[in-house]
């Protein structure tokens, strides 16, 4: 399943960096749970939790029905930093 969810955020990819942002997979749970890292422009972001949830997770349970969560993993001090 990690190389299906991978293949989908590539779609997905283009239209965050388009705004200076990015997605990187970090983990995928034995019980559906995706865990992702947005970066660039998306850390900070007030749309950041709208992405997330509207975009990235729909997109991913929309595809693959054994998604049932995608949940954004902190960055590490000065990882990724941009703006909105």
Known sequence: MRE?????LEQIRPA??????????????N????KV????ACVGCPMSQMTLGMGIE??????????????????EEGEGL???
């Open 58 to 75: 729909r997109m991913l349970k929309e595809k693959l029905p054994e998604v049932k969560r995608v949940e954004a993993v902190p960055l």
């Open 82 to 84: 941009g703006n909105c």
């Open 4 to 8: 299906q969810i991978q293949e989908i």
């Open 31 to 34: 019980d559906g749970v995706v």
């Open 16 to 29: 965050l960096q388009a705004h200076g942002g990015d997605v990187q997979l970090v983990e995928v749970s």
């Open 37 to 40: 890292k947005l970066t660039g």
